[in-house]
């Protein structure tokens, strides 16, 4: 009934933004319906589509926004009163002006040679000074581009933590399509399969993810991830990242806090419609297979054919001497979402279509309202081509040779291509309300996401007593429905002169619905002309999935989150002297449930059955469900039900102090305390047959006391030095708890969590940051991370050399780096003006790790236990080194952006012994993007090229001859041999996963009106 409810919420919300959006397009276009300040109905006219669009912030000297700022045009008369953070916009017919900006208490400034485009947006931003009361009324005149660049410094500068901005105007010059794709960009970000992130080298698990200030779950079946393609780039105003902690933030992060914005009030009104398609050079009219596929598929819901059947229960197996109810309850799993089709990979398509509207409701500017909507559709199908796979069960390439007395290389490959489809649905319906110094905004985001690829792999088993001689071939698909659902109301008031007030309510609810997963296998034979043929197994081994099962998983969260902070302003030193007190109020209700169906194959007494000619379709129909026959066995779990279920309750209260001394120095420093109590109501679990190691023995720390301390010093002007320091307490999600098993067919064995506990982490950093000019940054630093009890996922091997991956809590590590951005503009360069459209954008990052990581040791009664062990080595997907390099020219029409992004090695497997840890060999990824805009059509065309190198990706491990060894019984050493090291040598290291995701180019076309 729940599943329902959600389902017709989902539809019921889907509808309500596209009726939503056709309305309010309606209402856009209709001249009787809308109003300009003064009353007067909208022309929509060709006159009225010639105006530009006047927007920017007025902010103090320190970089905080004014409310209430009068920006006045001189030339007509006509003004605005900036909002609660100091932003404005005004249309203007073209033309040149002079823009005046008052505020009481500060001086009054004149900014001239302003100029407006038809059609364009064109920013001005001001700082101003406090006016010297000797002095009497002061009117500051100066250019715009002076202006304007002055403002926009103090921006970028106000924040007290290290951290990087990407506009929407920045992701827009790449090729990227979602967030995960996006964020590489960033100073000290790498992407995982883009979708995940690690900042400054630490892993997904160790940074944060918060939509329009709210923290958002894990969206991952087995880990702490939040996966980035959920959100396309076409909803985001901004995205902040935050790689130090103030008392206000979330402090359960270690690498970085990625904040991501959405807008509520636009800056003037439009239209915008856009659609796009790709070609991928591996994929675009090529074969792409794929299980039998739903009518709704395209749309990204399940027309019911995957649909788990009510009651399923277990019911006793006995092979030998099965009861009936066995073969009923079978006889309700036979739609066959088994059979393997083929068919031809057609061009990738997107569209979208967005609204902005806002209304001034009085003429002073001062009471507003303002809407945004957007609708984004996404169709992926493209392919992924492996070269060779040797995890799990699959043979290793390289073999020892007794002759040699050495490993070669004997040519075996085992190799495949996993086949990706994927639609994507997203909606924004934001609304924001201003009146004075008083604001209100609701805003909601709706992802829902359909993945289902197929992964088909074919080669020689380890197993096998004859293996060159009986190839196999597995195919696993996992129909995968996401849903990211996010409902926010906030509100920001000013009381009186100085005292501010916000507040937000929220709601966020993540379900991941992995609906008949299917695990198949088959083996081969030659026939009497030589030809092989692959027919289907059916009889699943104890323990495995292989080679006929299906399955459902389900997994759903719902969070509520509150919040309420208080600012106030004080004098306690003089005039050079400024004080805020800040404090506040953050909870939260979080409540997980995962659900987990898993039904083998078996067969009974079918003696004289043919395999070799049945399809699967054939062995699952209702005839077939009988002694003599086959039947559907549900795995038996340890524990009550087949659920896991969770529940945390979150309290945090803060306080803090921003002290600043003139423009010299800003201290921002507090504390925040946290009560954490998590509920485990119930967590089923499957017998972990072979591997049996002793379970660490630690307990949750309820009260979290976490400090933080951000010192800047401004010793001449545009120079920022900047020290910090600060706990963190990183903690584990639900599905980091649960402690059901899961299959990766690129892993080549199952995933499971042991008990873990929460990571304290301090953290210190220094910057020089240097700010020459608009949109310009030079900065070095240094930072340094103490992580107690860090969280690793290790890989065990059992003693059939079987391989386990484990989530678990290593005993502690030191983590450090240095970080360098280069943002600046060519403009200084005195051989043409066509130099100032020319930037160059570069950032690079250098880490270390040193951890003590635990590794499993027999006791002396026999027992594996595990011990702390110092390695000198990466943290999970830790990089020693990452830059981005790039050009971009932008102009009024024509714009040109290439990046090259690299990556060095990364830790992407840890294990027990340092000669089987797997690394990802250094990558580079080359994009450029063309863009040409039609100012009097507001028509922009873009052409994208990504992944133009056509990189391969290799996973591998260090040759085992590169590792010293015992002198007492030649066992194989952690430490490497003088003149090697970990760095990927071609020819000579052992590939283990080789794949390739081909070139991708892309064109879209934008109009907005």
Known sequence: MKQKIFRMLYKALSYTLTLALTLLTLLAVSPALTAQPHGQPIPHSEADLRLGTL?????????????????????????????????????????????????????????????????KETSLSVDLAIADNVLGTVV???????????????????????????????IGKTADKNLGEALKRVTGVTTMSNKYVAVRGMGERWNEASLDGIPLPSTESNSKAFGFDLIPTSLIDNVTVLKTATPDVSGNFSGGLIQITTRDIPTKDFISISAGTSYNSLSTFQTQKYRIRGKWDWLGYDDGRRTLPKGLHEIPFDPYNPVPELFEQSKRLTTDNFTIEEGKTPLAQNYQVSLGKSWDLNKSGNHRLGLIASLTYRNTQQQTIIDHIERGEWMNAKQYNKVQESFVDTGIRNSGANYKYNTTLAGVLNIGWQRGTNRLSLRNTYTHKYDNDLSELTGLSDEDPNPKSNPYRQQVNYPTFQDLLQNKLSGKHQLGESLRLDWALAHTYVQRNQKDAAFTQQVSRLDEAGARHFYNQVGVQSGSLFPLTRAWYLNHERDFNGQVNVELPFDLFGNDWTHKFKAGYDGAFKENRFEFWELS??????RGFDFTTSTIADLIKEENMRDGGFAWDLKRLQGDGRMYHGRVFQNAVYAMLDDRYSELLRLVWGLRVEH?????????????????????????????????????????????????????TVRPQFMERTAYRFYDPFLGGEIFNQSVISTTVDGADLRVEWYPGAGEVISIGGFYRYLDKPIERIAQKTASFARFYMLMNSNKAHSYGVELELRKNFGFIPLGSWLEHLYLNANATFTQSIVTGMVSRADESGILRWVPVTQRRPMYSQVPYMYNVGLSYESETFGANLTMNRSGRKLVLNTNQAYEQEYEAPFSQLDAQLSYTFPKYGVTIKVNGSNLLNAKHIIYTNHVDDFERAADNNQILDTMRHGTSSDYDPGHDNIVYQYRDGISLSASVSWTF
Request: proline fraction near 4%; charge should be negative.
């Open 601 to 606: 194959m078996h067969l009974f007494n079918t």
């Open 140 to 170: 500051v005149t100066g250019s715009y581009k002076t202006s304007n660049t002055a403002g926009a410094m103090k921006i970028q500068q106000s924040m007290p933590q290290l951290s990087t901005v990407v506009s929407s105007e920045m």
């Open 55 to 119: 927007t920017g912030r007025i902010v103090d000297e320190h970089g905080e926004g004014l409310i209430g700022a009068t920006v006045r045009i001189i030339e007509t008369g006509g003004g605005q009163v900036t909002d609660f953070d100091g932003n404005y916009s005004l249309q203007l017919a073209p033309g040149t002006y002079t823009v005046e900006i008052a505020y009481v208490g500060y001086e009054t400034k004149q900014i001239q040679e302003v100029n407006i485009t038809a059609g």
């Open 676 to 728: 954490y109590l998590y509920q485990e109501l119930s967590n089923p679990s499957m017998s972990m047959g072979e591997l049996n190691i002793v379970e660490q023995d630690r307990k949750e720390k309820p009260v979290a006391i976490m400090p933080s301390i951000n010192l800047t010093i401004t010793p001449i002007k545009d120079l920022n030095v900047r020290l910090s320091y600060s706990r963190n």
